[in-house]
Nanobody
Framework: QVQLVESGGGLVQAGGSLRLSCAAS????????MGWYRQAPGKQRELVAY???????NYADSVKGRFTISRDNAKNTVYLQMNSLKPEDTAVYYC??????????WGKGTLVTVSS
């Protein structure tokens, strides 16, 4: 069983930065694609960024140039560095682990609030 625990959320002013972390249990982290999703109030959950086991990354257009996803396989941890935050980035951010394009695991989420 895989468990994902997010941390690093909080309240920040527009233009500020936060770094989210997601620690994974289990032994499949290094071969998994890791992603960050977010869900704003009244909206559907959306993909923010993902990083494959090989280190390839992909970002939503809305965060390109501002957010950076990275991973540390030795620590079973994925990070999301968020810079130049905007009020529209306010959401609950969820960590996702996907194994071989099949099974998904989710964290419980961490709240990011950006004030204007």
């Amino acid at each position: 069983q895989v468990q994902l625990v997010e941390s690093g959320g909080g309240l920040v002013q527009a233009g500020g930065s936060l770094r989210l972390s997601c620690a994974a249990s289990g032994s499949i982290f290094s071969i998994s694609t890791m992603g960050w999703y977010r869900q704003a109030p009244g909206k559907q959950r959306e993909l923010v960024a993902y990083i494959t086991s090989a280190g390839s990354t992909n970002y939503a257009d809305s965060v390109k140039g501002r957010f950076t996803i990275s991973r540390d396989n030795a620590k079973n941890t994925v990070y999301l560095q968020m810079n130049s935050l905007k009020p529209e980035d306010t959401a609950v951010y969820y960590c996702n682990l996907n194994i071989l394009g099949g099974i998904d695991y989710w964290g419980k989420g961490t709240l990011v609030t950006v004030s204007s």
